[in-house]
């Protein structure tokens, strides 16, 4: 496509307002239309341009960030999808395909009571409904824990409600890292002017604090469940019928 696009278009098709074109033009940000009778046209290179300054944005860049890699345009894109790759860990194991009815069945789920399940389950991300009606479990290992957990009698809408209930306290202590790794990494690399040559270094150190928070957290958790577990349910040695749950 050549460029066909005015000021206007450009807007449309790009998402941003022709004031927020305009500003990153004044910046350099990208590069100046196609004059003709005194019409600046614009062409795929800028939506291109401009779909990227929003993703960065996105990101957590500021547009001088932004300008500095725009600068370093051929690797650009491929930094950015490494690193962002590495925000995510690698998938330990292949997710499964399975009916509402296989799940259904699997979890010990009636098809009224289901439905309402599945759909929490969903909000979660526990399940991921996919195009032709199926689900998509991203973890298999922990629907299997799901099947003894109901076996072994708790209620699957009752740990649904009590991951809901931990839900926030988990994205706090996600935050809390992330603002750690921000505060001792990302702003000083961002400070030098984001170096090439430093992303590999900043990649491994996201990395390292993702098994730091991960092996930390799973740790303390342990302990900690472990520690109420005994509290509960410790056998009071003056009784003879059990243990003294709940005292």
């Known amino acids: 496509?050549?460029?066909?696009?005015?000021?206007?278009?450009?807007?449309a098709e790009s998402g941003m307002?022709?004031?927020?074109?305009?500003?990153?033009?004044a910046r350099g940000l990208i590069s100046p239309p196609e004059v003709r009778m005194r019409v600046g046209y614009y062409g795929p290179e800028h939506v291109a341009a401009l779909r990227l300054i929003r993703e960065l944005q996105d990101d957590g860049f500021n547009l001088a960030a932004i300008k500095r890699l725009l600068s370093d345009r051929e690797r650009t894109e491929e930094r950015l999808a490494r690193f962002r790759a590495s925000l995510t860990p690698a998938q330990a194991e292949a997710p499964q395909?399975?009916?509402?009815?296989?799940?259904?069945?699997?979890?010990?789920?009636?098809?009224?009571?289901?439905?309402?399940?599945?759909?929490?389950?969903?909000?979660?991300?526990?399940?991921?409904?996919s195009a032709d009606?199926?689900?998509?479990?991203?973890?298999?290992?922990?629907?299997?824990?799901?099947?003894?957990?109901?076996a072994s009698g708790?209620?699957?809408?009752?740990?649904?409600?009590?991951?809901e209930d931990v839900q926030d306290h988990v994205d706090a202590i996600a935050v809390a890292f992330v603002r750690l790794f921000a505060a001792d990494v990302w702003s000083e690399f961002e400070r030098d002017g984001m170096p090439?040559?430093?992303?590999?270094?900043?990649?491994?150190?996201?990395?390292?604090?993702?098994?730091?928070?991960?092996?930390?957290?799973?740790?303390?958790?342990?302990?900690?469940?472990n520690a109420r577990i005994d509290d509960a349910f410790r056998v009071d040695p003056d009784r003879a019928d059990g243990p003294a749950a709940g005292s």
């Open 1 to 11: 496509m050549a460029a066909e696009l005015t000021i206007e278009a450009l807007a």
């Open 196 to 225: 090439v040559e430093r992303w590999p270094e900043v990649e491994e150190a996201i990395d390292t604090l993702r098994r730091l928070a991960t092996t930390a957290m799973a740790d303390l958790f342990a302990r900690r469940l």
């Open 154 to 163: 708790i209620s699957l809408p009752g740990a649904i409600d009590t991951f």
């Open 97 to 129: 395909s399975l009916t509402g009815a296989d799940l259904r069945e699997r979890l010990g789920l009636g098809d009224e009571q289901g439905a309402g399940v599945l759909a929490r389950a969903q909000r979660l991300g526990a399940v991921l409904p």
């Open 133 to 150: 009606g199926s689900f998509t479990v991203p973890s298999p290992s922990l629907l299997a824990l799901a099947e003894q957990a109901v």
């Open 17 to 25: 307002t022709v004031r927020n074109i305009r500003a990153h033009q």
